[in-house]
């Protein structure tokens, strides 16, 4: 579903992002990226959604490479951010709207999944105020919300669980599971190690821009905590 | 007293963090001295330009009608700052941390207040400091006269920043409970301000014919003005009590509410329904009526655009109403009658140029600009959405009040072409190359929308460019050309200009909204 091939992003001032990265992401999948601050996760995941340019390699999301078609992979991709920045002046339906006409979704299914997601979630009472009025966390659901409206093939998520309720990070992980056992896939980063080492069966360490341990979890952590592998990746 | 201290420092030290930017030093001292070259430009400019009033009422022994004519822009000034910084939030980015700290809370309020005092002070020093320096020349010289301007200098700031108080209480406690709060708080402020323009314009057609018999009357019609003109002149101590009373109680009054509101929040409407309006709509509509509800639910991006739309209606009210009187004395020029369209189709171009919402589209995205580069949103599509937001603000005032005037006035074939036309085309180049600069001159990570909308490098550039080209028929006309010609050449060159905004904005601005930074 997504493939990273020797990718790197060097910034127009020089800094090294990202450098030589391959990681492969298939159906089913939930692939846990970890790392310091600072190590280039962002970096690669603004990459892989097309904010960032590619300087060398090339990312395939579903057979598209996003330099031949970025609008194609755009599509299929849903991007949740580590700071749910989003229009103050829109109420929470305004958006999932906006939204959805951006990815033409019909009438019926914006309605039956917004209902569906903002129940689960406990949004759906707020969805008629004004964003200016929502907490770190209900702009983060809305997000959420709005990002699987469309029906996406992929599911990438920076620092997801940042700001959110123990029930809705609960409530969050089953529909990532759901989505997955679906035959999606999905590309997250987390410093929350517990999270990543129950949920994902996939995982890759970066390091100052470069992947230091990638693999299946099993593999990775073999008889130690995924804490005690990131501590010894990041002596 | 010592965290006063502090607290200023740190202002300053966050002012010349905003102005250095990343290149540091360099940078510092070339914005600093551009910024003092801007404040000699202004003083110098509009001394020019009340020169020859002061020459020509200076001798007539009417000293009073430029000082008049100072204080009223001076005013108007103050009283538009006062509605600009409007914003119903009495949270700043920085009070959670602040009133987190042992620090009292007036201390916070007092160092926001000097800081918002010195920047208003700057402004309407550029007024009356020539003013003052022209007065001693043409009219008189004395102590009193000095003394008298530079204490109105420092004294009426806090005018301005006891309404702008107020005002946030009011719209705090009251108006941010509404639905349409922004959409009400910005129509009342442009009713004020518009009211307050009407006022101007007529104490300006009626200021030249004022004689040595009238003028008292004059200036007693007109309170703070008034007031400031007497104090000046005829060192009015009456005049002084009634001034005071007005800024201090205005000053103090506003002080005691923001020192009650600061730091805390006021949410907006807020409503509990199970029913969910699902709407579809193409991505166009979307984005247009995403950029239309952001641009009326930002007060402070719509009272600054929405200037030149006022006016134009202001303007055609006020020339179909006194349509039997002598322009020149608005206008300035000799047989104004014959010149009449030229005049008001200038008027028209600079009101075009001034109409510019679309230069800081791009940065008031902020960070929200993931949302469209994450998403498959078509660029054309996105830029089209933020410059027609401009092109449906003025173009339909436009043509409303171009008609009317055409129709009261008995306009020609020719001026029925240029009077509809060039507006038009120049509104049209303006939307287009203003989302153009924008993307050339982003800023995309701002605290508040007042640093983008008001303080931005893509909207100075864009005012620049949109009086340079709104100038072209002056300049064709300094040379000689005629004005049947001017407006012929004007037509041409506007036409190419807007071939090429849209070339430069769907050509290389794609490119470059596809390369910005979130």
Redo the contacts between chains.
Sequence with gaps: MLKLINYSKVYPNGKVGASNISLNVKKGDIFAFIGPNGAGKTTTIKSI???N?VTEGDIIVDGISIKDDA??V??I?A?I?D?P???D??TG??YI???????????KD??EL??KYSELLGL??E????I??YSHGMRQKLVIIASLVHRPKLLVLDEPFVGLDPKASYVVKEIMKEFCKQGGAIFFSTHVLEVAEKLCNKVAIIKNGKIVKSGSMAEIKKDKSLEEVFLETNK | MKNLNILLKNNINCFLGSIQGKRARKRTYLIVSLCILFYIGICTIYGFQVLALFKTMGELGLGEIPLFNSYQIVLMLLILFAFQSLNGKAKTQDSDLLLSMPIKKIDIVISKTISKYLFLLLIISMIILPTTILYCIFVEISANIIFWNLFLLVFLPLFSIGISYCVDFVVSKLFNKLKHANVIKAVLVILLFGAFFAVYMYNSSIMGFQTSDTIEKFLSSNFIVGWCVKLIVDNNLLCLLYISLLVLFLFILGMIAYSYIYGKSYLSYNIKSDTLKFSKGGLFDGMLNKELKKYFDTPIYMINTIIGPMLLVILTIFLCVKNDMDFSVIFGQENVTQNFFSVVILVYLFMASMTMSSACSISLEGKSLWILRSTPSNTKKILLAKSLVNMILFIPVHLITAIIILLVFHGGQFEWIMFILLPLILNIVISFMGTYINLLLPKLKWDSEVQVVKNSASILVTMLFGIIIAMFPIILNLFGVNIYMCGWITLAFYLILAIISVLLLFIDGKNRFNKLDC
């Excluded at chain 1, 709207?97 to 009438?107: P, R, T």
């Excluded at chain 1, 969805?127 to 004004?130: D, I, K, Q, T, Y």
Aim: hydrophobic share 30%; glycine share 2%.
């Design positions: 959604v097309g904010i340019d609008m194609k755009k599509s991709i991007y951010p700071n920045d989003v229009y002046t829109l339906i305004q709207n906006l939204i959805s006409d951006i990815y033409k979704v019909s009438k914006r309605e917004t209902n759906k009472d969805l008629n105020n004004p200016s009025n």
